[in-house]
């Protein structure tokens, strides 16, 4: 069951998770250096009550990987992720995500949240529940927000500078991409620049993807012009 | 209404800023399994050196964390165990209604060890 939020830019999101690492600086006494403690962002900064568990099982949904109760300030991430640090991290990063930029929405009566109950047979409050592959606006919502809490563009470019000091070319990168390729070179830099950067609560793939937005990695044609 | 064994853990944890993950990794157990400790999901008792290092870990009394889990220690067990009469001092003590602090009292005056 999905909800409709209102559009956000990816400045306005952005400037969500700026804000969120300027009250975690505030709490802690310094700012956050990757790989960003995602789990102390919501347990000690947000106060948020995190919990793993079988959500597939309790929920009925084969395909869940993290929830968000709303009234009792709780996230539950799927057992299946434990073990998998970037995931892991990816999904509670999204779930902060709804809790910062849509848990207001409910506090503003401006949307309606579905209900689901944490047990069977237990009460049903509002939640939001994720599962893999959902592609509406929310989601993709709560997606960019992990992406740019857990790779923040400063400390992203300045990882590429220790590792090549400039945007990866990739010949026929647009090309290539479109038709599928699984590109060993943007995979191999990504590697770097997680290794380099510290970044070692992300994924590969999350990693390619924050480069690839952050325009460090061009088609080949383009990357002659730096 | 009194405090369960995972509720208080979770109480200490979050009061000492404890994250899930850290405060599993410091306890040597998974942090599903301490999510169902914490929500009395889990209904056997952890092991006695998995309460031993929380109660480490959260600068709490032992004997009580073990208490509230339901378990009685090994080193307890030895002692009823090396006596044949302790088991029925102990059902006496039971039928009585007399508490540990009474029992105390019966002993000679020797430096308190304290809490556990």
């Known amino acids: 069951m999905t909800f409709k939020v209102p559009f956000r830019s990816d400045a306005q999101i952005e ?4 804000e969120l690492l300027r009250q975690y600086a505030k709490a802690k006494g310094e700012p956050p ?6 789990d102390a962002i919501a347990e000690s900064v947000l106060g948020l009550t995190l919990e793993m568990g079988d959500l597939r ?3 009925g949904k084969p395909d869940v990987l993290g929830a968000t109760w709303l009234d009792d300030a709780l996230v539950v991430i799927d057992s299946s992720l434990e073990g998998n640090e970037g995931r892991y991290c990816f999904t509670l990063g999204h779930e902060v995500g709804h809790w910062q930029l849509h848990r207001p929405l409910r506090e503003m009566d401006k949307v309606t949240f579905p209900l689901f109950s944490r047990e069977p047979g237990a009460k049903a409050t509002a939640a939001i529940v994720c599962r893999d592959g959902q592609r509406d606006s929310a ?3 709560a997606d960019k927000f992990a992406a740019l809490l857990l790779m923040p563009a400063s400390d992203v ?3 590429v500078k220790l590792v090549s ?3 990866l070319a990739i010949d026929n990168f647009v090309a290539r991409k ?6 060993a070179e943007l995979r191999d830099f990504a590697a770097e620049v997680i290794a380099k950067g510290g970044f070692t609560n992300v994924s590969n793939q999350a990693m390619q993807i924050r480069l690839e937005a952050l325009k460090l990695v061009v088609d080949g044609a383009q990357g002659r012009l730096f | 209404m009194k405090e369960r064994f995972g509720e208080r853990i979770r109480r200490l944890r979050t009061e000492q800023k404890l994250g899930l993950r850290e405060f599993a990794t410091k306890v040597g157990i998974s942090p599903t399994y301490l999510s169902r400790i914490e929500t009395s999901e889990e209904k056997a008792p952890p092991a ?5 290092k929380m109660a480490a870990q959260l600068s709490d009394s032992f004997d009580e964390l073990m208490t509230l889990a339901g378990r009685v220690s090994e080193e307890s067990l030895n002692v009823i165990k090396a006596d044949s009469g302790m088991p029925e001092f102990l059902r006496t003590v039971g039928e009585r209604k007399l508490s540990a602090e009474d029992l105390m009292k019966l002993l000679p005056n020797e430096p308190k060890k304290g809490k556990r």
């Open chain 1, 15 to 18: 400037s969500a998770v700026q």
């Open chain 1, 33 to 38: 250096r990757p790989p960003i403690p995602v």
């Open chain 1, 57 to 59: 099982k309790k929920l």
């Open chain 1, 139 to 141: 989601e993709i919502q």
């Open chain 1, 157 to 159: 470019r300045a990882a």
């Open chain 1, 165 to 167: 000091g400039e945007p």
């Open chain 1, 178 to 183: 479109k038709a599928g390729e699984r590109i």
């Open chain 2, 48 to 52: 006695e050196d998995v309460i031993r």
